[in-house]
């Protein structure tokens, strides 16, 4: 099974309106991460979230990160055809001593967004 | 700046060939991984180099090899391939490679292996 599932795996909105993607994992998180990708295309960084009940934005982007650090929402407010692409979330699942990060990425979501 | 560049952008190839990918960032970062991601799938971590030193292989085949040269270069060499190694190749770097390092990613190799 996955072990960072993402929700909805698509989604069609219509310009304007607000939508919310969720990550959610069954292990504690350390050091969340959203990204976000145009097909075919290099992933972009939009945000880090690290700390329980942590909320950051960005422009018209959100992203939360639970008190228990298992589960992450993205929020967009008033959507525009550039906010359309793939969203990824990604997270350090494995607490280590010595470095070596490594990222596993959720299942993603397809955005749609339709004048 | 947080960019990371690709060459090449496409690549076509035999199963017989010999290429390389290679990736470059003058960010001062001194991880940088290779990842590879098939259609409708998120990106799956191939290679972590830290302080120019291989930390991580996820048990990758051995037709995949990588170099580090330099902190700011990240080679991938290729060497019979197979078809279902075809994917886009994305390659990261990050200024650690602790959990809260971002990685800052470039704009992928799609490699076609024929």
């Known amino acids: 099974s996955q072990e960072l599932e993402q929700s909805p795996q698509s989604l069609i909105v219509q310009e304007g309106k607000n939508l919310t993607i969720n990550c959610t994992s069954s292990k504690t998180l350390y050091g969340l991460y959203w990204y976000k990708q145009k097909y075919g295309e290099g992933l972009i960084f939009l945000m880090m979230?690290?700390?329980?009940?942590e909320e950051k934005s960005h422009e018209k982007i959100t992203a939360k990160l639970d008190e228990k650090k298992q589960q992450s929402s993205l929020h967009i407010t008033a959507s525009q055809p550039s906010h359309a692409g793939i969203y990824l979330c990604g997270a350090d699942m494995y607490k280590r001593l010595l470095g070596n990060e490594k990222l596993t990425f959720g299942t993603g979501t397809r955005l749609t967004i339709i004048p | 700046d947080t960019e990371v560049t690709q060459t090449p952008k496409h690549l076509v190839m035999g199963m017989t060939n010999k290429k390389s990918l290679k990736c470059e960032q003058h960010?001062?970062?001194?991880?940088m991984y290779w990842y590879k991601q098939k259609a409708k799938k998120p990106p799956e971590l191939m290679f972590v180099y830290s302080y120019e030193k291989l930390s991580i292989n996820e048990s990758v085949p051995s037709r995949f090899s990588p170099e580090c040269p330099n902190s700011s270069l990240l080679n991938l060499h290729l060497h019979a391939l197979q078809p279902e190694d075809s994917a886009l190749y994305l390659c990261?770097?990050?200024?650690?490679?602790?959990?809260?390092?971002?990685?800052?990613f470039g704009p992928g190799t799609r490699l076609t292996v024929l």
């Open positions: 990261a770097s990050s200024r650690g490679s602790t959990s809260t390092d971002t990685q800052y």
């Open positions: 979230l690290q700390k329980g009940g």
């Open positions: 960010m001062g970062h001194r991880a």
